[in-house]
């Protein structure tokens, strides 16, 4: 693997920039690619990145995914042989208000890749889908080999598509795709509009929390390091097609073209009270608690079945939600110079 070219889109992103670091770190040539829009601090984006830009091992293009012209021309400019594809627009509740920037990015952005992958032909694409495609799904854990028809939100069904899409491509060129479905990913330089992003900034300013659903749901929170682990592991294991696939009989995350997804979660739902109360210790603050209704969109539960992931790679995350959110806190300090 350390020969591999790897190109990571949404490099500024949470996950894309603690990936990049971490493949750096273990010596291997990485492009990214990234538009850093506005959807959050765009500071935070730069400065998770800022290390590693003068590294010899590392090319950056500021670019648009909807730009196929000059998403083909980095293809054509740099022989890769992995694409990890993590650019997206992000955010269920965004999706409400703000419908098409998930069609720009999540549909025509990935749907430029596929076509890319396709002409500039790759080892791997691997791609972030989420546990959001679970929709109303009732029984838990999500497995892999549970029907995902039922979304909640244009978020959500915009990850469900891209599954689809990659389906196709990897029967139709035998692009060897994998699909990630993300269970709450968190961890020092996460993103600014996840609720333990939100809920930090506001209880250490004295700011009241929203609470929704009056804190009845639960998340399957992964700390980031266990997911970039998981992503590496991947890597080098380009799905085989398997022409004996019966989805009668044989597990509905594969398939009779090089095509898999996974679930990448920490397999341990924490009910959001327990969240909060552990943030509260963490941070050495009571939050002033607003309690709401559910909001569009929003789930109950997510609960990730990593039992394939675990047979295939060996993934086991270790992190706890008392050690991740006590380096979470951490570091929210020491970034915002904020002193007890």
């Known amino acids: 693997m350390n020969n591999f070219k790897i190109l990571i889109t949404g490099s500024y992103g949470f996950i894309g920039s603690q990936l990049v670091k971490k493949l750096l770190g273990m010596g291997i040539k990485v492009i990214g690619i990234d538009n850093c829009n506005e959807y959050y601090d765009t500071d935070l984006k730069i400065n998770r990145l800022k ?41 269920v509740r965004y999706s409400i208000e ?23 032909p790759v080892k791997h694409l691997l ?11 009732k029984v ?35 692009i060897p795709t994998t699909g990630l479905r993300f269970f709450t990913v968190y961890g020092p330089w996460g993103r600014p509009d996840m609720a333990y992003f939100s809920f930090t900034k ?10 929704f659903n009056h804190g009845k749901m ?26 004996e696939w019966d989805e009668s009989t044989d597990e509905l995350g594969a398939s009779f073209a090089p095509y898999r997804v996974y679930n990448i979660g920490n397999n341990q739902p924490v009910q959001l009270m327990k969240f909060i109360n552990v943030l509260e210790e963490k941070i050495g603050k009571e939050a002033n608690k607003q309690y709401m209704e559910m909001q569009p969109g929003d789930v109950l ?26 380096k979470f806190v951490d570091w929210y300090k020491e970034y915002y110079n904020i002193t007890d």
């Open 140 to 174: 838990a854990p999500f497995s892999t080999n549970h029907n995902v028809d039922h979304p909640v939100s244009l978020y959500a069904a915009t990850k469900k598509s891209n599954e689809l899409m990659a389906h196709t491509y990897s029967h139709l060129y035998g």
């Open 51 to 91: 290390p590693h830009l003068n590294n010899s091992m590392y090319k950056h293009y500021n670019c648009d995914l909807k730009d196929k012209m000059n998403v083909n021309q980095i293809f054509e400019e740099n022989s890769v042989d992995v694409v990890i594809n993590l650019a997206a627009q992000a955010g």
């Open 218 to 243: 639960e998340r399957d929170f992964t700390y980031i390091d266990d997911i970039v682990e998981g992503i590496v592991k991947l890597i080098p294991r380009a799905p085989e097609p398997n022409p």
């Open 301 to 326: 539960r997510t609960y990730a079945d990593v039992s394939e992931l675990e047979r295939d790679i060996d993934f086991k995350p270790s992190t706890s939600i008392e050690e991740g959110l006590g």
């Open 202 to 211: 506001d209880i250490i300013e004295g700011n009241p929390i929203k609470v």
């Open 127 to 137: 791609y972030a889908s989420s546990s959001s495609v679970y929709g109303g799904n």
């Open 98 to 120: 703000n419908p098409y920037a998930y069609l720009d990015s999540n549909l025509t952005g990935f749907l430029n890749i596929l076509e890319a992958c396709r002409h500039y």
